[in-house]
């Protein structure tokens, strides 16, 4: 991506995102996202295919920035660097709450942000398990391990988005909610990679 398309790219994203916290995506045109960006039609199309798809881009895009440090190879304390990463995941939801509450929500439709927003804890904990960083005790006999590690993640990236839709419908802080989630996850699942640090 050269220069130009890179600046369009996140004017496009600060546009959707400041028009999705004010009324639903799937009330968004390709019109208004690019007058509020100030491109062409033309230019939306280069990046998505519609108002939805490019809010899902531009919230990726903040979450992978999220985690890019986390998978880099030179990080020695993976439990720390797991929880860091997770209190500013939470964060990021928290900054776009209206946006995530809309897009979590039952009836979100074409907006959804469930399968985004799982498919970005799959993807942290797969690369953690390849760089075996984290490892999923968990025998079934006749399960090939490596399908038993890949259901756990998948487990554990749907109940991690739960979590956050219950957190976003309810009162707790963020480290309350962290003292939640910690307790909540299963005992084959390294919990202290996520534990609020004490004090």
């Known amino acids: 991506m050269d220069a130009r398309q890179r600046r369009s790219q996140e004017r496009l994203h600060a546009a959707v995102l400041r028009l999705a916290a ?4 799937a009330d968004l045109s390709v019109t208004a996202v690019a007058t509020e960006a100030g491109v062409h039609r ?3 199309y280069e990046h998505a295919t519609s108002p939805a798809d490019l809010l899902r881009a531009a919230l990726v895009a903040e979450l992978d920035l999220l985690r890019a440090g986390l998978l880099s190879d030179d990080t020695a304390d993976v439990p720390r660097a797991v929880r860091e990463v997770t ?3 939470l964060r990021h939801v928290q900054r776009h709450a209206v946006i995530y509450r809309r897009g979590l929500g039952a009836g979100s439709g074409s907006g959804s ?3 985004m927003l799982s498919e970005h804890f799959r993807g942290t904990s797969r690369r953690l398990l390849e760089l075996a960083r984290l490892r999923v005790d968990v025998t079934v006999p006749a399960v090939p ?3 038993v590690a890949d259901l756990a993640v998948r487990f554990i990236a749907d109940g991690t988005v ?3 839709e219950g957190w976003l419908d ?3 802080s963020l480290d309350q909610l962290l ?3 910690a307790a909540l996850l299963p005992a084959w699942w390294p919990s202290h990679m996520v534990e609020a640090p004490a004090g």
Do not use: C, K, N, W
Not at 22 to 25: G, I, Y
């Open 22 to 25: 004010e009324r639903p995506v």
């Open 42 to 44: 033309s230019t939306f």
């Open 87 to 89: 209190v500013d995941v």
């Open 113 to 115: 942000l469930h399968a």
């Open 145 to 147: 391990d490596e399908v």
């Open 162 to 164: 739960g979590v956050i």
């Open 170 to 172: 309810g009162g707790l």
């Open 179 to 181: 003292e939640a989630y």
